[in-house]
């Protein structure tokens, strides 16, 4: 084999696994819930708030040594806090408060620009609490990958939040 023969091939196997990723999903849907023993209002006012977020915060609980720097009105739509830590950087802004969920932008840079909601819904014994993460992974063919992970990745963190809220409630 020639050496034109070898990186032809070799161009042509990186072109159709890119391709091939491209059928993947562009949009990744991470769900979690729990129900708690709790009024929803409770968990929607600890959730639309940047402080009373941290009550519960997945993250901080992964990285005791996390830095987080409030900004905005202390709770409602732009309530907000940067983070810094080991997990990365970047910011959360509730962007949408309603009755029945709390709804956050969340800008990582680079690594994207994810949503996430925590939403409520009354039952018998307290209240059902689904706390999902959406994303969008373009037309990036290694974040389409990464996608197929996302699920384990980010439903751990999920669930570890919604545990931390069970107990700050």
């Known amino acids: 084999m020639t050496?034109?023969?070898?990186?032809?091939?070799?161009?042509g196997v990186v072109a159709i696994a890119a391709a091939g990723s491209l059928l993947l999903p562009r949009h990744v849907h991470?769900?979690?819930?729990a129900t708690l023993?709790?009024?929803?209002?409770?968990?929607?006012?600890?959730?639309?708030?940047?402080?009373g977020y941290q009550q519960f915060n997945p993250?901080?609980?992964?990285d005791p040594a996390l830095k987080i720097n409030p900004f905005g009105p202390p709770s409602g739509v732009g309530s907000g806090f940067a983070f810094d830590g080991k997990d990365g950087t970047g910011t959360q802004v509730v962007a949408e408060v309603s009755d029945v969920a709390v709804r956050?932008?969340?800008?990582?840079?680079?690594m994207g620009k994810p949503t996430q909601m925590i939403a409520v819904d009354p039952v018998a014994d307290g209240v059902r609490v689904t706390w999902s993460m959406d994303a969008d992974m373009g037309f990036n063919p290694v974040g389409r990958v990464m996608g197929l992970f996302l699920d384990g990745?980010?439903?751990?963190?999920?669930?570890?939040?919604?545990?931390?809220?069970?107990?700050?409630?």
């Open 3 to 11: 050496l034109w023969t070898i990186l032809a091939s070799g161009a």
């Open 30 to 33: 991470v769900e979690r819930e």
């Open 37 to 51: 023993q709790a009024a929803p209002e409770a968990v929607l006012a600890l959730a639309a708030s940047n402080t």
């Open 59 to 62: 993250y901080l609980t992964a």
């Open 104 to 110: 956050y932008d969340i800008d990582l840079g680079p």
């Open 153 to 169: 990745m980010i439903g751990k963190t999920l669930d570890r939040g919604l545990g931390n809220l069970a107990a700050a409630i």
